[in-house]
């Protein structure tokens, strides 16, 4: 097969192929730019493959990266832009089964490509957009079929983060995992254990945003393969409930955790605990902490000003998320506009500050000042006073007397 028009992320790559080429080395496009090209999806990047060693492509370019040299893989910049070539590679058996004890350069695309761990990621393009297919990964992209290059048991035994892979391309391309392929992570599915945490998370975050994420977890479910992710042993409820929901999309990974923790009926303090398991940022934990908080507020009453203030428009839209999802969400634009409706967004906006009160009140710093403040910030969201300085600062007046007496 033949692509006859080519994405210009090939265009301007064909150069480097070129070159390559002419100092009688084979080069081709590999894996997933295929892959999306084939489909229609947007590209981000190409990936090159070659029978050239790295010291042979450092000696063809002018500025090269050793990005990754000891498993072949060097960065060659050209007119501004970034190009990562890999040679053509066999890798030995893997004890731990994440790395492979030992990787060995070849001259053979065939042999690199076998070692690939889905069909659909082992096709190779040429320069003149002539596809290569040794693993009838193109009858799996036309028959929407996710399989495993060869023996999956292999596959998943040379890498073990190849099972959340599988079910990740089946939410992000809405695929079925083809049978063999979904017996053989039932029957590895322990070897997640091996994995950082950290890699697993990324597949799963991509699985959740995928296109159709119940793809995704049907297998993940299905295979058992959740529980050996942190925490996850018990979510089965959870991921069944996720199934039951009609076809959905989620469109943020904060929404999606959020989601997720709410099903799960966790608390703030247990949401935090599973978040910290998967080795979460504390950006995200802060945010899904907010977020779960106005989705279970409002799960009891309607939000007030004060709790809109509080979680900021983003969280309002990620706890928005994943109502719609339950069949229980607004309209985002209204939840914005009613949000920009807001006197203020901030303290930092609010007309007046520590200092003025110090002054104004002729007192000196105590906690009390925060207390008032925190008194008049509530008054302004609120809409009992306005966020104007000489009222905020008679208010303040008012409540010292108060205080006083």
Known sequence: MRIQKLPHQFQSAKVILQRIQ????????VGGCVRDTLLGVPLHDVDIATSAYPQEVKQLFKKTIDTGIEHGTVTV???GR???ITT???ESAYQDFRRPDKVEFVRSLAEDLKRRDLTINALAMDVNGQVIDLFAGLADLKNRVIRAVGDPHERFHEDALRMMRTVRFASKLDFKVEDSTLAAIAENAELLQKIAVERIYVEWTKLLLGKNPQRGLAA???TGLYQYCPLFFDKGKVLKQLLQFPAFTLQT????WTLFCFLSGLSLRTATKLLKAWKSSNEMLKTVQKTLRI???EQEKKLTSWDEYQAGLDCLLYANEAATVMGKGKNAAAIAQHYERLPIKTRHELAINGGDLLHFLAIKPSPYIGQLLDQLERAVVSGQLPNERQVLLQAAATAQQNHLE
């Open 22 to 29: 002419d100092a009688g080395f084979e080069a081709y496009f």
């Open 82 to 84: 970034a190009y990562e």
């Open 295 to 297: 989705l279970q507020i």
């Open 88 to 90: 053509f590679r066999t």
């Open 77 to 79: 910049m050209d007119h």
């Open 253 to 256: 990974e904060e929404g999606a």
């Open 220 to 222: 993940f479910f299905k």
